[in-house]
Nanobody, 123 residues
């Protein structure tokens, strides 16, 4: 069982930046693909970014250039750097983990989820 704990959310003005962190309990963290999803009020949870065990990254098309995902396998932590934030980025951001080599952006394919951290962007 992998436990994921997100942190770093909060209130920020439009144009600002935040860095989210997700700490994993599993010592084999490096073998998991790590993902960020988000869920805005009244909307479905959507894919944000992913980083494979190899370090390769993928992003939602609408977020490319503003968000950056990274991982530190020595610290069992994945990060999401969010720049030039907009009010429409307001959401609960969830960290997720998926074992194996297959890559997916489907939330139903994730093996483990964190409880989320709230990001609020004011205009």
């Amino acid at each position: 069982q992998v436990q994921l704990v997100e942190s770093g959310g909060g209130l920020v003005q439009a144009g600002g930046s935040l860095r989210l962190s997700c700490a994993a309990s599993e010592r084999t963290f490096k073998n998991y693909g790590m993902y960020w999803f988000r869920q805005a009020p009244g909307k479905e949870r959507e894919f944000v970014a992913a980083i494979r065990w190899s370090g390769g990254t993928s992003y939602a098309d609408s977020l490319k250039g503003r968000f950056t995902i990274s991982r530190d396998n020595a610290k069992n932590t994945v990060y999401l750097q969010m720049n030039s934030l907009k009010p429409e980025d307001t959401a609960v951001y969830y960290c997720a983990a998926k074992g194996g080599l297959a890559f997916t952006t489907t939330r139903g394919d994730m093996d483990y989820w964190g409880k989320g951290t709230l990001v609020t962007v004011s205009s």
